[in-house]
Protein backbone atom coordinates (compact mmCIF):
# COMPACT_ATOMS: atom_id res chain seq x y z
CA UNK A 1 0.00 0.00 0.00
CA UNK A 2 0.68 3.60 -0.58
CA UNK A 3 3.20 5.16 2.60
CA UNK A 4 2.68 7.23 5.22
CA UNK A 5 -1.20 9.17 6.26
CA UNK A 6 -2.44 5.58 7.86
CA UNK A 7 -2.75 3.40 10.95
CA UNK A 8 -1.65 0.04 11.19
CA UNK A 9 -3.54 -2.96 13.63
CA UNK A 10 -6.36 -0.74 15.00
CA UNK A 11 -8.76 -2.97 14.41
CA UNK A 12 -9.31 -6.35 14.80
CA UNK A 13 -8.25 -9.77 13.17
CA UNK A 14 -10.58 -10.75 10.85
CA UNK A 15 -10.30 -14.53 8.81
CA UNK A 16 -6.90 -14.57 7.05
CA UNK A 17 -5.69 -10.77 7.33
CA UNK A 18 -3.12 -10.20 10.05
CA UNK A 19 -3.03 -6.07 9.61
CA UNK A 20 -5.04 -3.19 8.52
CA UNK A 21 -4.71 0.11 7.08
CA UNK A 22 -7.11 2.90 8.25
CA UNK A 23 -6.35 6.31 6.23
CA UNK A 24 -6.00 9.43 8.10
CA UNK A 25 -5.68 12.05 5.31
CA UNK A 26 -4.90 11.16 1.70
CA UNK A 27 -6.42 11.28 -1.65
CA UNK A 28 -4.47 8.77 -2.89
CA UNK A 29 -3.64 5.06 -2.45
CA UNK A 30 -0.98 3.04 -4.52
CA UNK A 31 -1.03 -0.98 -4.74
CA UNK A 32 1.98 -2.23 -6.23
CA UNK A 33 2.60 -6.50 -5.78
CA UNK A 34 4.31 -9.05 -7.79
CA UNK A 35 1.66 -12.07 -8.03
CA UNK A 36 3.43 -15.53 -8.14
CA UNK A 37 1.75 -17.24 -10.92
CA UNK A 38 2.38 -20.65 -9.75
CA UNK A 39 0.10 -20.33 -6.99
CA UNK A 40 -2.69 -19.72 -9.35
CA UNK A 41 -4.76 -21.57 -12.34
CA UNK A 42 -2.24 -21.26 -15.90
CA UNK A 43 -3.87 -18.74 -18.15
CA UNK A 44 -6.61 -17.84 -16.31
CA UNK A 45 -8.69 -14.61 -16.21
CA UNK A 46 -8.54 -13.23 -12.09
CA UNK A 47 -10.28 -10.17 -10.68
CA UNK A 48 -8.04 -8.36 -7.91
CA UNK A 49 -11.09 -7.35 -4.68
CA UNK A 50 -10.35 -4.97 -2.40
CA UNK A 51 -11.30 -6.18 1.32
CA UNK A 52 -12.38 -2.86 3.41
CA UNK A 53 -14.74 -1.46 5.52
CA UNK A 54 -15.69 2.51 6.69
CA UNK A 55 -15.10 4.05 9.91
CA UNK A 56 -17.76 5.28 11.82
CA UNK A 57 -16.23 8.67 11.42
CA UNK A 58 -15.93 8.14 7.57
CA UNK A 59 -17.43 11.00 5.99
CA UNK A 60 -16.54 11.43 2.72
CA UNK A 61 -15.61 8.53 -0.38
CA UNK A 62 -19.33 9.57 -1.63
CA UNK A 63 -17.80 10.10 -5.05
CA UNK A 64 -16.08 8.07 -7.20
CA UNK A 65 -12.17 6.97 -7.33
CA UNK A 66 -10.46 6.88 -10.01
CA UNK A 67 -8.39 3.36 -10.59
CA UNK A 68 -5.11 4.36 -13.04
CA UNK A 69 -2.89 1.02 -14.06
CA UNK A 70 0.50 2.61 -13.77
CA UNK A 71 2.33 -0.08 -15.65
CA UNK A 72 0.17 0.08 -18.54
CA UNK A 73 -0.13 4.26 -18.88
CA UNK A 74 0.05 3.65 -22.87
CA UNK A 75 -3.43 2.81 -23.06
CA UNK A 76 -4.43 6.08 -20.72
CA UNK A 77 -7.90 3.82 -20.01
CA UNK A 78 -8.88 3.92 -16.52
CA UNK A 79 -11.86 2.24 -14.26
CA UNK A 80 -14.18 4.08 -11.35
CA UNK A 81 -14.53 2.33 -7.79
CA UNK A 82 -16.94 3.26 -5.50
CA UNK A 83 -16.53 2.67 -1.91
CA UNK A 84 -20.15 3.44 -0.75
CA UNK A 85 -23.01 2.17 -3.40
CA UNK A 86 -24.34 4.90 -5.42
CA UNK A 87 -27.84 6.36 -5.13
CA UNK A 88 -27.34 6.54 -8.74
CA UNK A 89 -24.99 4.93 -10.91
CA UNK A 90 -24.05 6.21 -14.17
CA UNK A 91 -21.14 4.12 -15.17
CA UNK A 92 -20.91 3.22 -19.12
CA UNK A 93 -19.25 0.24 -18.62
CA UNK A 94 -16.64 1.87 -16.80
CA UNK A 95 -17.37 1.74 -12.84
CA UNK A 96 -17.69 -0.92 -10.47
CA UNK A 97 -19.98 -0.79 -7.09
CA UNK A 98 -19.04 -2.10 -3.84
CA UNK A 99 -20.60 -5.74 -2.15
CA UNK A 100 -20.83 -6.66 1.46
CA UNK A 101 -19.22 -9.80 1.96
CA UNK A 102 -19.05 -10.14 6.07
CA UNK A 103 -18.79 -8.72 9.60
CA UNK A 104 -19.34 -5.33 8.09
CA UNK A 105 -16.58 -6.16 5.11
CA UNK A 106 -16.93 -5.04 2.02
CA UNK A 107 -14.97 -5.45 -1.68
CA UNK A 108 -14.46 -4.09 -4.71
CA UNK A 109 -12.57 -4.74 -8.03
CA UNK A 110 -10.20 -2.79 -8.45
CA UNK A 111 -7.98 -4.54 -11.42
CA UNK A 112 -8.79 -7.54 -13.62
CA UNK A 113 -5.64 -10.26 -15.64
CA UNK A 114 -4.69 -12.94 -16.85
CA UNK A 115 -2.31 -15.39 -14.93
CA UNK A 116 -0.57 -16.38 -18.67
CA UNK A 117 1.91 -18.40 -18.61
CA UNK A 118 4.58 -16.03 -16.66
CA UNK A 119 6.52 -16.75 -13.32
CA UNK A 120 4.61 -13.71 -12.32
CA UNK A 121 2.36 -10.86 -12.74
CA UNK A 122 3.40 -7.33 -11.35
CA UNK A 123 0.44 -4.83 -10.48
CA UNK A 124 0.77 -1.14 -10.19
CA UNK A 125 -2.47 0.55 -9.38
CA UNK A 126 -2.69 4.71 -8.14
CA UNK A 127 -6.10 5.36 -6.81
CA UNK A 128 -7.12 8.82 -6.47
CA UNK A 129 -10.08 10.53 -4.83
CA UNK A 130 -10.90 13.93 -6.23
CA UNK A 131 -13.43 15.24 -4.22
CA UNK A 132 -12.21 15.05 -0.27
CA UNK A 133 -10.13 12.52 0.56
CA UNK A 134 -10.23 8.69 1.68
CA UNK A 135 -10.11 9.34 5.63
CA UNK A 136 -11.61 6.43 7.90
CA UNK A 137 -11.11 3.82 5.00
CA UNK A 138 -10.17 1.02 6.80
CA UNK A 139 -8.10 -1.58 4.06
CA UNK A 140 -7.98 -4.88 5.18
CA UNK A 141 -6.33 -6.63 2.29
CA UNK A 142 -6.39 -7.50 -1.29
CA UNK A 143 -7.53 -10.71 -3.34
CA UNK A 144 -7.04 -12.56 -6.01
CA UNK A 145 -9.98 -14.68 -7.25
CA UNK A 146 -10.74 -16.31 -10.49
CA UNK A 147 -13.58 -14.42 -12.88
Known amino acids: MGRGNFLHNTYERVSHFEEVAEFISRQVLEIKCDIETQKLSSDTDYACHL ?23 KNKEF ?19 PKYIEDGLMEVI ?4 NSGNNDHVSMSLKLR ?19
Not at 90 to 97: D, P, S
Not at 135 to 146: A, K, N, Q, T
Open 79 to 97: QYIYFRSPRFVYLQGNGRV
Open 110 to 113: VWEF
Open 51 to 73: VFKLSQKCRGLQCPVKVQDLLHR
Open 129 to 147: CYEGNMSGLIVYGIEFRPI
